[in-house]
């Protein structure tokens, strides 16, 4: 088994949905930054579209802002 952990910054706030069965879905871009090259430019970020279900969604809906930190495991 292979463990991600990704930490960036929130680029949108995050938006609530349920899905058809009522199951609540949090959906929120995060990007993160891949510093700078050899030459001093600034490196493009990489981008993840994240998603929270079920009651950590609802709970967590308030927290996940644009411009916030965040780390995923």
């Not at 993160?32 to 001093?40: Q, S």
């Not at 609802?58 to 996940?64: D, K």
Request: aromatic share 6%.
């Amino acid at each position: 088994m292979q463990k991600l952990i990704i930490a960036g910054t929130v680029g949108k706030d995050a938006v609530l949905r349920n899905t058809q069965g009522g199951d609540a879905v949090l959906g929120f871009p995060l990007v993160v930054d891949n510093g700078k090259d050899r030459d001093g430019n600034k490196r493009d970020g990489t981008w993840y579209d994240c998603s929270v279900w079920g009651k950590r969604a609802t709970a967590l809906e308030r927290h996940i802002t644009k411009g916030g930190k965040l780390a995923l495991t």
